[in-house]
C-alpha cells in the first residue's frame, strides 16, 4: 500500500484520488472548497479543506511522509506552480502535477515536478485516434516519442503468424501481448497465429503506432 496526497480535487483530481483509494491505497484528499470536500470525504481516507498555497498548512498535514503528491488543480496556474512548489520543497518523494498547456508544464518541471499530465491533450489524442478506425481499441501516448496501440486484428492479418506479419520490421514496433477472449498472451512468439477477434498491444516510436494505426483504417 503506498499513500498518496491529493491536492485539488476537482472533476479529475477527484477520480484520482478515487481510483488509488479503492485500489487499497491510502489517500489524503485536499482542496480549498468545503463543498468538494464534503462529497470526495468518504471516498477517500482522509479529506481535508485547506489553503493550497499556505505552506505551514501543507507542512501541518504531513506531507513530507507522503510516497506521492498529485497536484492536480484545474484553472488556477498561480496556486498549480505554488502547491508544486511547496511539495518539493517539503521533501515529497514523487510530485506529479496537471498541466493545462505545454508552457504550464514547462515550469511545472523546471520547479520541481516528476511527471507532468496533460490530461485534456492526452484524451484529445487517444480520442481521435479511436474515431479514425473500428479496428482501434485504445491509444496510449507514453512520451512525444512513443505510444502504446491497442488494436483489433484486421482481416489481412487473419490465420497469420507475427513472423509472417514482420510488424516488427515494417513498422519497428513490439508486440507485447494479445488478448484472446479472456486469455492474455504475454510476449507471443513470432509463430503465434493471429485470429479474428485478436486484439495486439504494440508498443513502438509514436510514427511507427501512427503507421499502423492507418492501415487498419484503410
Same mark, same amino acid.
Given at each position: ?8 480535487? =476537482? ?12 485500489? =487499497? ?86 520547479? =520541481? ?103 487498419? =483504417?484503410?
Amino acid at each position: 500500500m503506498k499513500s498518496f496526497a491529493v491536492i485539488g480535487c =476537482g472533476r479529475f483530481g477527484s477520480a484520482v484520488a478515487k481510483t488509488l483509494f479503492d485500489l =487499497g491505497n491510502e489517500v489524503l484528499a485536499i482542496d480549498g472548497d468545503m463543498d468538494v470536500v464534503d462529497n470526495i470525504a468518504g471516498h477517500v481516507t482522509h479529506a481535508i479543506q485547506a489553503d493550497v498555497m499556505d505552506e505551514g498548512v501543507l507542512r501541518e498535514l504531513g506531507l513530507s511522509n507522503f510516497d506521492v503528491a498529485i497536484v492536480s488543480i484545474g484553472s488556477d496556474l498561480q496556486a498549480s506552480i505554488m502547491a508544486t512548489l511547496i511539495v518539493k520543497e517539503l521533501g515529497v518523494n514523487k510530485i506529479v502535477a496537471k498541466a493545462q498547456s505545454e508552457l504550464h508544464g514547462k515550469v511545472l518541471k523546471k520547479i =520541481g515536478a516528476d511527471k507532468v499530465i496533460f490530461p485534456e491533450r492526452d484524451m484529445g489524442v487517444r480520442v481521435a485516434h479511436n474515431l479514425t478506425s473500428n479496428s482501434i481499441v485504445d491509444y496510449i501516448e507514453l512520451s512525444p516519442d512513443y505510444s502504446i496501440l491497442e488494436i483489433e486484428a484486421i482481416s489481412k492479418w487473419y490465420d497469420k503468424s507475427l513472423e509472417d506479419l514482420k510488424l516488427r520490421n515494417k513498422y519497428h514496433v513490439t508486440v507485447m501481448a494479445i488478448k484472446r477472449g479472456e486469455e492474455v498472451n504475454v510476449s507471443p512468439g513470432p509463430k503465434y497465429q493471429i485470429q479474428k477477434g485478436d486484439i495486439l498491444v504494440a508498443l513502438g516510436a509514436s510514427e511507427a503506432i501512427n503507421d499502423i494505426a492507418e492501415e487498419a =483504417g484503410e
